[in-house]
């Protein structure tokens, strides 16, 4: 299949949020497997690993507009027979090549709310013209997928769900190996952790009043967000200073990923209370780091995290308060967490998911 197969890159000058870093594991792994994509870079920047720049597609909007014609052009031109999608934005309505897009969820549909206009636009129009125009889509979790059935126009069948997995950098480390990284950052210890972006799904508001009941039990800990700030994050800053946690909450901003391992590592909890998550990769990454996780019970999270993890109702602020201090207060189940958390990390594996993508990838071209 080498040179066969091409795979859309977008925002490869940028930091890479989840989507990114799952393209970038992906195609590591199709590597391992000895399939050699060609990338797809969706802007003028970023060849540098040999991509073919689409020039008109470094926006969203290109993308599904004059990025259609770029990738017609491109896969005709280099004789591509697939072109894999893996932003759930599906621009390949033009292209001659077989296609497959990997949707990961459709948050716009279920919290149209925590959404931007753009989202709006190609959810409500866009996605359901061009699902039945690929020959295979794939998620990430069971939910994914029967959301995905629910708000599409779509049957079981159409979806083939491929877990992510997270990257063996994230192992447990020693104190001394993390505290570099820590300092990058201004962190201490002790402290209690949550990694993602800060925008309304993700309910920082509700984790920030579970902690200020959490300080009424022990004030021993400092809670550290380390994420950038996305849509509507004023509301997370504006409940920080109405509970008076200036001096108790430390925000990061963007982590770079080699530096996430040491943050994981060094904490004494991870809390993940997010009311959505098409998988919730940082609560598995926490996992694979041997952090005990506090993480929500809803969406994807119970399948992603087994009984690696204390489940809690992310509506609840005072269940999110009660895990987090059931946790914090017994050492037994703590040590209890970790172990059956690496031994849950271990079960996802990126070489797992190449593996069943490439499957994907030789079942569509069969159908040639």
Request: hydrophobic fraction near 45%; charged fraction near 20%.
């Amino acid at each position: 299949m080498n040179g066969r197969l091409g795979l859309i890159t977008y925002g490869v000058g940028r930091a890479p949020g989840g989507i990114g870093r799952y393209t970038q594991e992906l195609r590591a792994g199709l590597q391992g497997l000895g399939v050699e994509p060609v990338l797809l870079h969706a802007g003028r920047a970023g060849s540098r690993d040999g991509a073919l720049a689409l020039p008109g597609a470094g926006l969203v909007p290109g993308l599904l507009s004059l990025g259609q014609a770029e990738i017609a052009w491109v896969a005709w031109r280099h004789r591509l027979a697939l072109v894999h999608d893996p932003t759930g934005i599906m621009p390949l309505l033009v292209t001659g090549a077989r296609r497959v897009v990997t949707i990961h969820d459709v948050v716009p549909y279920i919290y149209p709310e925590t959404s931007t206009a753009l989202d709006w636009l190609i959810y409500r129009f866009w996605l359901p013209l061009a699902a039945r125009r690929v020959q295979a889509i794939v998620t990430v979790s069971g939910q994914s997928k029967a959301d995905i059935v629910r708000y599409l126009p779509l049957k079981l069948e159409d979806v083939t769900v491929i877990p992510e997995a997270a990257s063996p950098k994230f192992r447990p480390m020693s104190r001394e190996d993390i505290q570099p990284a820590l300092a990058r950052y201004g962190i201490g210890f002790p402290y209690i952790l949550y990694v993602g972006s800060m925008e309304a799904r993700k309910n920082l508001p509700r984790l920030l009043e579970a902690y200020t009941r959490l300080r009424e039990w022990s004030d021993k800990w400092r809670l550290v967000i380390a994420g950038a700030r996305k849509w509507k994050f004023e509301s997370t800053l504006d409940t920080v200073r109405r509970l008076g946690l200036e001096a108790h909450v430390h925000f990061t901003g963007f982590v770079e990923e080699e530096d996430l391992p040491a943050l994981y590592n060094g904490a004494d909890l991870f809390v993940f209370p997010s009311l959505y998550e098409g998988f919730g990769l940082p609560a598995l990454e926490a996992m694979a780091c041997g952090t005990p996780v506090v993480a929500s019970n809803a969406s994807s999270l119970p399948e992603v995290a087994g009984d690696g993890a204390i489940l809690v109702d992310p509506y609840d602020v005072e269940a999110i308060a009660a895990g987090m201090q059931r946790v914090l207060g017994d050492p037994a189940l703590a040590q209890e967490l970790q172990a059956k958390a690496l031994v849950r990390a271990r079960s996802f594996t990126w070489e797992r998911t190449a593996r069943e993508t490439l499957a994907v990838y030789e079942r569509v071209l069969g159908q040639e």
